[in-house]
């Protein structure tokens, strides 16, 4: 059983979810989202998400972690924030030694949803329907667990794809 906390970054919310993985088979574990206070400077809100990460990966431990890339929208500065978000959950279970993989939303909207323009309402519904028990009461923590499931989906096809013929 491979333990894959999923992270949805953002600079004011960042979602985060635990599911246990055994072949096909999910489990929901636990979710939530990280706040940072809109007043607070960058750097005190990027430590309060380094924290909050650090806890949830001492207590949770995961074995492997799946982050969501950053998308490019037009607004630059919106953009470079969701980047420093971004950056401290990549680094947060690297530090701890957990391996990190990054998925692009499309790919993770496919592999939950079954088309990559899925919109939010759809991913939850799945997250919910593939997690039976998983109540995410924000849609950025639905995200996270779809992000988590998305890589317990491609590790399972992975470990089929090696199984000698």
């Not at 949770?60 to 982050?67: G, R, S």
């Not at 909207?109 to 088309?115: C, E, I, P, R």
């Amino acid at each position: 059983m491979t333990r894959i906390l999923g992270i949805d970054p953002g600079l004011r919310f960042t979602g985060w979810g635990i599911l246990e993985s055994e072949g096909n088979r999910l489990r929901h574990v636990a979710d939530g989202v990280i706040s940072t206070a809109d007043i607070a400077d960058v750097p005190l809100r990027l430590k309060a998400l380094d924290d909050e990460l650090a806890r949830i990966l001492a207590v949770y431990q995961p074995d492997e972690a799946a982050v969501e890339e950053t998308y490019v929208n037009r607004n630059a500065t919106a953009t470079l924030k969701l980047g420093y978000a971004r950056g401290v959950a990549l680094l947060a279970p690297a530090r701890v030694g957990i391996p990190v993989f990054e998925y692009g939303a499309k790919t993770v909207k496919l592999s939950v949803v079954g088309t990559g323009n899925a919109d939010k309402v759809q991913v939850g519904l799945m997250v919910r329907r593939l997690l039976p028990g998983a109540v995410s009461k924000r849609a950025d923590a639905a995200d996270a667990l779809a992000v988590a499931i998305c890589h317990a989906h491609r590790r399972a096809s992975q470990a089929a794809w090696s199984v000698p013929a």
